[in-house]
């Protein structure tokens, strides 16, 4: 992408409306714009961003055997009447009749829908376990949206949704989400720990939330200080296999939320060397709540003695949109975003010194080019700029790798990169610059 023909809407100054760093930092690099209280406009980078984090979910999650699809954002009370939830679930929920005054609203989570469909396309155990799951808006009219998209009104979501015939298996589906969390967050560059939690309205008894450390996060949370430095199973798990060991290793050791908290298991846990207390951002949610759904909505199968079963099912949620603001959150420094090159908007931001002069334009020309065959995301500052607007601009906007693109140096044949995160400079030849690039990537 040129610069000259990009819409980066950036702005000079920090807005006052923003209290914790992301959200300076996303309305500053012009990746989001409010439209009325926590409801945005994802413009060209923030949708980048939004784009890539999405697709690590995605993969994560087919990888562990979730099926994809996509379900509406308006759905009809009538089924939150089945479930009992429609009278429940209280302001949170925007309500809406449609010209022929039937009542509908736009869906602040779906496992009425979801159960509604399992319902009437599986009628045998045979077609268990199953699990589906899709990324999707949702609207809960928060009472205080704040910090930007961390906490909005309108929000992407990843839910899935597992059914399964006996609990055993069901534990089984819950764990493939266990672990596939694990890595999804860890593919992002976050350091997530799972922490037993509270089921809230959804109701159930096994429940995970998945969080990330931040000073600004709005939970308070305390684990054992071993559990910050584990890393996530890698992309050879077979989740076929017995996963209870690795969700045994990590639900071992204390971690949890402020609302299941137990001070004195904490202190007869965990050596005092190893309390941490800190806030944190909830990135993901999981619960297992078995027939909560499935009993008073009918969702039944034909188990293998010929009875009718009502099927256990858990829901499992990953802020897709949140996670845009907690990855800004856990990487940054004073001069801005500080992209992991998982989910940055752009992996190289190739930076021309003099545009309009004959030498400079050229070379970097042709080092766009070789890049965007190589299929890596490059934005390349085309402008006439002065060479410190453009420096800031880009370590504002993250790119995790510059090439800074010069007359005096192309007189020596070299150009120089820069990695953001460490700082880093080196001259170079550009070919080798593009093998660097090429090669880490
Ligand atoms: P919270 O406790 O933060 O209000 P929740 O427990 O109501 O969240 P879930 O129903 O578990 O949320 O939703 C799944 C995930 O969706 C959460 O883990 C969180 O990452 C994200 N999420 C929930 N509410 C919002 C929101 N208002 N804005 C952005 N993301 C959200
Ligand atoms: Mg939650």
């Not at 207390?277 to 293998?304: D, L």
Request: proline content about 4%; overall charge negative; aromatic content about 8%.
């Amino acid at each position: 992408m040129r610069l000259s023909q990009y819409f980066l809407p950036t702005l000079r100054d920090d807005p006052k409306e923003a209290e914790i760093v992301s959200h300076r930092l996303m309305l500053r690099t012009g990746m989001i714009r409010q439209s009325s209280a926590g409801i945005y406009s994802w413009l060209p980078l923030g949708h980048r961003v939004l784009r890539k984090i999405e697709q690590i979910v995605r993969e994560e999650q087919d990888r562990a055997g979730a099926i994809e699809i996509l379900m509406p954002t308006i759905q009809s009370a009538d089924i939150w009447r089945e479930s009992g939830r429609y009278e429940d679930y209280g302001k949170e929920m925007l309500r809406i009749t449609d010209r022929h005054g039937r009542d509908m609203l736009y869906g602040p989570t779906n496992e009425e829908l979801i159960t509604e469909i399992f319902r009437d396309s599986v009628k045998s155990y045979r077609d268990l376990p199953r699990n589906l799951y899709h990324i999707q808006w949702k609207f809960r009219d928060e009472i205080r949206p704040r910090f930007g998209i961390m906490r909005g009104r309108e929000f992407l979501m990843k839910d899935a949704y597992s059914f399964d015939l006996t609990e055993e298996d069901a534990r089984k589906s819950y764990n493939k989400m266990f672990i596939s969390y694990l890595r999804t967050f860890e593919r992002m560059g976050l350091k997530s720990i799972p922490m037993a939690a509270d089921t809230g309205p959804i109701g159930g008894d096994l429940s995970h939330e998945f969080i990330v450390l931040a000073d600004t996060g709005e939970s308070q949370v305390y684990c054992d200080r071993d559990l910050i430095e584990r890393s996530a199973p890698g992309k050879d798990i077979d989740y076929d296999a017995d996963l209870m060991p690795i969700i045994n290793d990590w639900t071992g050791k204390y971690a949890a939320t402020e609302e299941k908290h137990d001070p004195k298991r904490f202190e007869a846990e965990v050596s005092s060397d190893n309390r941490v207390s800190a806030r944190g951002i909830e990135v993901g949610h999981i619960f297992y709540f078995g027939t909560k759904y499935s009993e008073p909505m009918n969702c039944k199968v034909q188990g293998p003695d010929g009875k009718l079963v009502a099927v256990l099912s858990g829901s499992y949620g990953i802020g897709v949109s949140r996670l845009a603001a907690a990855v800004i959150e856990a990487s940054h420094d004073d001069d801005g975003i500080i992209w992991p090159d998982s989910v940055a908007p752009f992996n190289v931001a190739l930076i021309n010194l003099k545009a309009g002069v004959n030498e400079t334009d050229a070379a970097c020309e042709d080092l766009y080019t070789k890049l965007a065959n190589a299929g890596i995301d490059t934005l390349y500052d085309d402008t006439d700029e002065r060479a410190g607007a453009k420096f800031a601009t880009m370590d504002l906007l993250g790119v995790p790798w510059q090439i800074i693109v010069g007359p005096r140096g192309l007189k020596q044949g070299e150009v120089e990169i820069k990695r953001r995160v460490s700082g880093d400079r080196q001259s170079m030849t550009p070919e080798a610059a593009f093998k660097r690039i090429v090669d880490t990537d």
